[in-house]
């Protein structure tokens, strides 16, 4: 995007965009402090670009000048493959043992550049077309990306294995570090809670992490009210939910917005 100092507003648009709902932030680039933060949902019976278009008569904003927009594609259609076994010529390859491709999918890569790794996914092609009508030029990216780059960077020095579990209202990821390595990688889908326990637990037995002494630490849409959270206290002995005081202070949020926004606010 092409821009003079004196044209430039100096604010930045983030926007996370799944199949189920749309969060976005809005960041003063010159203070970096932040505008506003707002998330919604969708509804599973209407197109997804009627959706977004509602948000746009609702919020605005969206319609304003921003030297930086970046979206984030919020969905599970990606894998982590170390550099040195990644060819760009063969992404589709990648991606066939754990999601359903077609020929007709666009493949692209986000490059996590600190780890040597990159990550393949399928973005939103209708999303990003309805947007590139709205705003021209954009970056965008998978959404875990940034949350496998955040957790590694948090991760650096520590050398005892940690689990990361990313909640959201219909799956999960979980994320398995140590000292900027990352372990596994892995999204679920649940329905109960019990669904949610199974598969973490599994995850863990499959690693030989034992639940007694492993750190498991919980982000995203959760809090101790929620019932996943509540069973899998009585299971796994050293749970916790993620610091996030250093992005409160930073943003002048309160924790909850902090956890369930991580992603969003670390783009």
Known sequence: MNTTITTKNYKKLVLQIGLGGMSFCIINTIDNTLSE???????????IEDELWKLFVEHPELKMEYDDI???????????????LFDEKFLGS??????????????????????DINNVHVPQVNINNYLIDR???????????????????????IDEKQVFVHMQKTHFEIVVVQNQKLL?????????????????????????????????????EINKTNPCYTLAYTYIRNISFLDTEALQEKYKI????????????NA
């Open 184 to 220: 596994l990688y892995n999204s679920f889908e649940y329905n109960i809670s019990e669904d949610f326990l199974y598969y973490l637990l599994f995850t863990m037995e499959q690693l030989l992490l034992n639940p007694e002494t492993v750190k498991v630490v919980l982000l995203g």
């Open 70 to 84: 970046v979206v984030l594609h919020d969905n599970s259609l990606n894998t982590f493959v170390p550099h040195a």
């Open 37 to 47: 933060i707002s998330s919604s949902t969708f509804s599973k019976f209407q197109p």
């Open 254 to 265: 309160n924790s909850i917005d902090a956890t369930q926004h991580y992603i969003l606010l």
């Open 94 to 115: 990648y991606l066939q043992y754990n999601t359903k491709v077609f020929d007709t999918d666009f493949f692209t890569y986000d490059i996590l550049g600190n780890y």
């Open 135 to 157: 705003f021209g030029m954009f970056d965008y990216k998978n959404a875990n990306s940034l949350l496998v780059a955040r957790l590694l960077d948090s991760s650096k020095n």
